[in-house]
C-alpha cells in the first residue's frame, strides 16, 4: 500500500510535529485524529506525562504531553498546540505538541539509526532519524510511548488487586 | 476453499447446536418424569439435526456418534423400546458427551476421546441388544475395515434437490483415500442429453479406517434420490475399535488452522428478538421525523412558534431516552438460560445423595444484562448446590420432622425497583445459630454471642475463613466458599441476603443491578473536579462539625456517626485534588459503603443526581485504584467513577500500613 506512494522504494508517510524546536514524524497510518487542545480530566495516580483523560466521542481517551514525556520543560497551551491522536495496538491515545507541520514521504533507505546522544530526548522512543534538504526529522516509535513502562504499571496494579483479593 | 468457506458457519452451528443439546437435556429431564411422546420427537429432531449439521460441517466423528445416539431416539420413538431411567440417563450422558465435543471442536482438539468411544459402543450396543438389524450391518458399525466399495448411482432427478455429487465425493476424500472410476453406461446421446439431470454413476473405492456409518453420514441427505451401496473391500477386516479414534482424528487435525482462524474473533454475540430489531427500527424512524421537524426552525425562526420547538425538543428527549432504553435491551436476556442447568444439576444431586426434591423455578423471563448473567450463574450454582446438599434433610428425617418427605427448592427471579431480585429458597433445616457461633467463637471472628441477633450470626457465614470443609457436617454446611458467592454478586455491583429459621429453611436473597452500562449517581464536587459517586453505595450524607472529628495517632480521622467510628477519607488527598476544601465544616461528607466496611468520603459538596453511562478507562488507559470508571457528563467532559469498594480497600491498606 506503501508503495503506491512512491516511485519504487519503499516509503512510508509520516506526521511531522513541532516539540521544543525539533520535529518529530509519526506514522501517519497510526495518526487517527488531529484535535486543537482542549482541557481534559485529571487521573490520580497517573505519571506527570499523563494530563488526563478526554472523551472522543464517547471513548475516554488518555493524553500525554510529549514535552513532559521525554523530559522537557511544560510550555503554556497555545492556539496551536494540538492533540494527535494515536491508535497503537488498537488502544488509542492522545499526545499533545507545540504545532502539527507537515505530511513528509520517507522512503525506507533514507532512515538512518540514531546517534547515541545530541537530542534532548530518550532514544528509546525513536526508531530512526531522516533528513529533508536541511531539515532533520526524528521518527517516533508510537508502540513505545505510551509503553513498554506503562504496561508492566498496568500488570503490577492488576497483580495487586488479584493479590488483595486472593487474601480477601 | 470449501472448508474455508464452511468455518464460517461454524460458530452458528455450534450455538444452534448447544441450544439443541439444551433442549435434549430439558425434555430428558422432563421424560425421567414421565412425559409423552412428543418430547421423545422432540429430543429426536434436536439430535437429528446435530447430526446433520455435523456432517455438513466437517464433523464426521460427531455425526457418527450423534447417528447411535438417533438410532437408539429412534427406538424410542416407534415404541419399540420403553423409556426408562438407565435409557434417560445413557442419553444424559450422551448429551454431556456431545458437549464436551462441542468444546472440543470450538478449540481445534480432536473430537473423539476414550469416554466418547465407550459411550458410542454402549449406545450401539443398547440398539443392537433389542433390534433385529441385519447382521451384515450391525458388525459394520462397530468395526472398522481396511476400506470400502462403493456404488453410488444417483437418480436421475437428484440434481434438483440441490445435492452435489461432488460435494459428496469431497466429504468421502476426507474419510481415506479414494479412487473414483466413473460409469457412463447410462450417459445418453448428445442431442437426448438434458443438462439438468444427473446421468453418471460412480465406483468408489475408498482405502482407510472409516466406518460404515461415517460414509453412511455422508450420503444420509441423498438417501432415496440414489442407489447406493456400501461394501466392505474384499480384504476385510481389522476389528479395532481404537483405530475409529486415529481415523476420525485425522481429517480433524486438518480444519484446525481454519478453525482458529474463525475462533479468534471471540468478542462474543448476542441473539435478538426481531421485534426488538424492529422496535428500534421504528424508533430510529419516529427521531429522524422529530429532527426533520426541528430541522425547520433553522430556516425558519419565528418567536410565534416556540411552543412547537418546545414540543419538538420534548419529544426529542422522549424519543433519545426509549432509544437508550431499547438499546440497553438488547443486552438483556431471559434468566431462563441460567436456570435451565438447575433441573439436571438438582436430579443429580439428588439421586447421588438418595435425598427427594421437587425444583420450582418461577420468573424465567425475567431479563437481564449478559455480562451480570455471564457472572451470577456460578454463585447460583453454589447456592443450589449447597442446599441440596445440607440444607435440605434426607427423607426419613424430614418425615421424622413432619415435612413432607420431598424437599422443595424454589428459584425465584423478579424486578424490584431498578434491581433484578433473585430468591432461592429451601424448605431445610435451616441455619444452626449455636453451631455458627461455636464455629465463629472457635476461629476468632467474634468475641461472644451475647446481644447478637440472629441475623447477625446468619451473616458470619459469608466470612472470608470462616468455612472450612470440617465445618460442612456440624453446620447444616452452609458456608462452604459462601464469601466467594457474596464477593461475586458485589463485584456485579450487587447483594446477597440470607434469612433462615431453624427447622424451616433457609432463604438466599440476591439483589442485582439491571445492567452494568448505566448507573445512577451523585456528582460531587472535589476542588476544580467532579467525581461520580454510584448511588447505592451511599447511606447518608452528613456536614460535621470541626469538633466532631477525632485524630487517631498516625494521621487518621475518625467521626462519630450512629453507634459507630467510621474513618474518614479526604478524597482530595487520596486523589490529589488541586483547589479543594481543607476544614472539615465547610464541605460534606458522605457515608459509603461497600462489603468490607463504611468509611466517611469528604468531598466539597454535591453537584447533583444523574445517570451515568460507565465507560472502561482500561480499554485506552489502565485500571486506576479507587476508580471503576469514567463517564461523560452532559457538556461533554469526563468526569471520573468512584470505586467505593477500592477506596475502602486503600483506607485500611493505609491504616495498617
Not at chain 2, 445423595?353 to 451470577?376: A, N, S, Y
Not at chain 2, 445440607?390 to 421424622?400: F, I, V
Request: charged share 25%.
Amino acid at each position: 500500500m506503501s508503495q503506491s506512494f512512491s516511485d519504487g522504494n519503499a516509503a512510508t508517510q509520516y506526521l511531522t510535529v513541532n516539540l521544543a524546536d525539533e520535529e518529530y514524524g509519526i506514522d501517519i497510518l497510526a495518526v487517527r485524529e488531529i484535535r486543537g487542545w482542549t482541557s481534559v480530566t485529571r487521573i490520580p495516580q497517573a505519571p506527570g506525562y499523563v494530563l488526563g483523560v478526554l472523551n472522543l466521542r464517547g471513548a475516554i481517551v488518555p493524553v500525554l504531553d510529549l514535552r513532559l514525556r521525554f523530559g522537557l520543560s511544560r510550555e503554556e497551551y497555545t492556539g496551536t498546540t494540538v492533540t494527535v491522536i494515536i491508535t497503537v495496538a488498537g488502544r488509542l491515545f492522545g499526545i499533545v505538541v507545540d504545532a502539527v507541520s507537515d505530511v513528509l514521504d520517507v522512503e525506507e533507505n533514507n532512515v538512518r539509526p540514531v546517534p547515541d546522544m545530541g537530542t534532548a530526548v530518550d532514544t528509546e522512543y525513536l526508531k530512526g532519524l531522516t533528513s529533508i534538504g536541511e531539515r532533520m526529522v526524528l521518527l517516533l516509535d508510537a508502540d513505545k510511548l505510551l509503553q513498554p513502562q506503562d504496561a508492566q504499571m498496568l500488570d503490577a496494579a492488576l497483580n495487586a488487586v488479584g493479590d488483595e483479593k486472593a487474601v480477601a | 476453499m470449501s472448508t474455508v468457506s464452511l468455518a464460517q458457519f461454524h460458530q452458528v452451528f455450534f450455538e444452534e447446536s448447544l441450544e439443541g443439546l439444551d433442549v435434549m437435556e430439558a425434555a430428558l429431564l422432563a421424560l425421567d418424569q414421565g412425559g409423552d411422546a412428543e418430547l421423545v420427537h422432540r429430543i429426536f429432531r434436536a439430535a437429528h439435526s446435530i447430526k446433520g449439521g455435523a456432517a455438513t460441517f466437517g464433523f464426521p466423528d460427531m455425526a457418527a456418534f450423534t447417528h447411535e445416539a438417533e438410532s437408539l431416539l429412534d427406538e424410542l420413538r416407534d415404541g419399540r423400546r420403553a423409556t426408562d431411567k438407565p435409557i434417560v440417563e445413557l442419553l444424559l450422558r450422551t448429551v454431556d458427551c456431545l458437549r464436551g465435543m462441542f468444546d472440543r471442536a470450538q478449540t481445534g482438539q480432536p473430537l473423539a476421546d476414550a469416554q466418547s468411544d465407550e459411550l458410542r459402543q454402549q449406545l450401539a450396543a443398547t440398539v443392537g441388544r433389542t433390534v433385529v438389524a441385519p447382521a451384515g450391518k450391525a458388525a459394520g458399525k462397530s468395526a472398522a475395515t481396511s476400506g470400502w466399495v462403493i456404488q453410488f448411482r444417483p437418480h436421475p432427478g437428484m440434481l434438483a434437490g440441490g445435492n452435489d455429487p461432488l460435494r459428496l465425493l469431497r466429504e468421502l476424500g476426507e474419510l481415506g483415500q479414494l479412487t473414483v472410476e466413473a460409469q457412463l453406461d447410462r450417459l445418453p446421446a448428445l442431442d437426448a442429453l438434458d443438462p439438468s439431470e444427473c446421468h453418471l454413476a460412480w465406483r468408489i473405492e475408498l482405502v482407510g479406517a472409516a466406518t460404515h456409518e461415517a460414509i453412511a453420514a455422508v450420503f444420509e441427505w441423498v438417501e432415496g434420490e440414489c442407489d447406493l451401496s456400501i461394501e466392505p473391500m474384499a480384504q476385510v477386516v481389522t476389528p479395532q475399535p481404537a483405530s475409529v479414534v486415529e481415523a476420525v482424528a485425522a481429517p480433524v487435525v486438518q480444519n484446525v488452522a481454519a478453525k482458529a482462524a474463525a475462533g479468534s474473533n471471540d468478542s462474543g454475540s448476542v441473539r435478538v428478538g426481531i421485534d426488538k430489531i424492529d422496535g428500534l427500527i421504528d424508533l430510529v424512524g419516529e427521531l429522524v421525523i422529530t429532527q426533520a421537524m426541528l430541522d425547520q426552525f433553522r430556516e425558519d425562526f419565528d418567536p410565534s412558534r416556540i411552543a412547537l420547538l418546545q414540543q419538538g425538543l420534548a419529544q426529542l428527549a422522549r424519543h433519545t431516552r426509549t432509544l437508550q432504553e431499547n438499546v440497553m435491551g438488547i443486552r438483556m436476556l431471559p434468566i431462563g438460560s441460567v436456570f435451565n442447568r438447575f433441573p439436571r444439576l438438582v436430579r443429580d444431586l439428588t439421586q447421588k445423595l438418595g435425598k427427594q426434591v421437587k425444583l420450582d423455578m418461577i420468573g424465567e423471563h425475567t431479563e437481564l444484562d449478559k455480562t451480570v448473567l455471564e457472572k451470577i450463574g456460578d454463585p447460583l450454582v453454589h447456592l443450589v448446590r449447597n442446599a441440596i446438599d445440607h440444607g435440605l434433610e434426607m427423607p426419613d428425617k424430614r418425615r421424622a420432622a413432619g415435612k413432607n418427605e420431598t424437599g422443595t427448592l424454589r428459584l425465584e427471579a423478579f424486578h424490584r425497583g431498578g434491581s433484578i431480585v433473585v430468591e432461592i429458597v429451601d424448605d431445610g433445616a435451616g441455619l444452626n445459630r449455636d453451631a455458627i457461633v461455636a464455629k465463629a467463637l472457635q476461629k476468632g471472628l467474634i468475641q461472644s454471642a451475647e446481644g447478637l441477633s440472629d441475623d447477625t450470626v446468619n451473616e458470619l457465614i459469608f466470612q472470608p475463613g470462616f468455612s472450612t470443609a470440617a465445618t460442612t457436617t456440624d453446620l447444616s454446611g452452609r458456608g462452604v466458599g459462601m464469601d466467594v458467592v457474596r464477593r461475586n454478586v458485589t463485584d456485579l455491583g450487587g447483594s446477597v441476603a440470607i434469612k433462615s429459621r431453624l427447622g424451616f429453611g433457609t432463604t438466599f436473597t440476591i439483589t442485582l443491578p439491571l445492567t452494568l452500562a448505566i448507573i445512577d449517581g451523585l456528582s460531587a464536587a472535589v476542588g476544580e473536579e467532579c467525581y461520580i459517586v454510584p448511588l447505592v453505595s451511599i447511606v447518608e450524607s452528613v456536614q460535621l462539625r470541626a469538633d466532631a472529628v477525632r485524630s487517631v495517632v498516625g494521621g487518621g480521622e475518625l467521626f462519630r456517626f450512629r453507634n459507630e467510628y467510621l474513618p474518614i477519607v479526604r478524597l482530595h488527598e487520596q486523589f490529589g485534588c488541586p483547589g479543594a476544601k481543607q476544614k472539615i465544616e465547610d464541605g460534606l461528607v458522605i457515608v459509603v459503603e461497600a462489603d468490607t466496611g463504611r468509611v466517611g468520603l469528604f468531598i466539597d459538596g454535591l453537584i447533583g443526581q444523574q445517570q451515568a453511562v460507565v465507560k472502561s478507562l482500561e480499554a485506552n488507559y489502565r485500571r486506576v485504584e479507587g476508580i471503576s470508571g469514567a463517564t461523560i457528563l452532559a457538556d461533554g467532559s469526563v468526569a471520573l467513577i468512584i470505586d467505593v469498594a477500592g477506596l475502602v480497600r486503600m483506607q485500611s491498606r493505609r491504616k495498617a500500613a
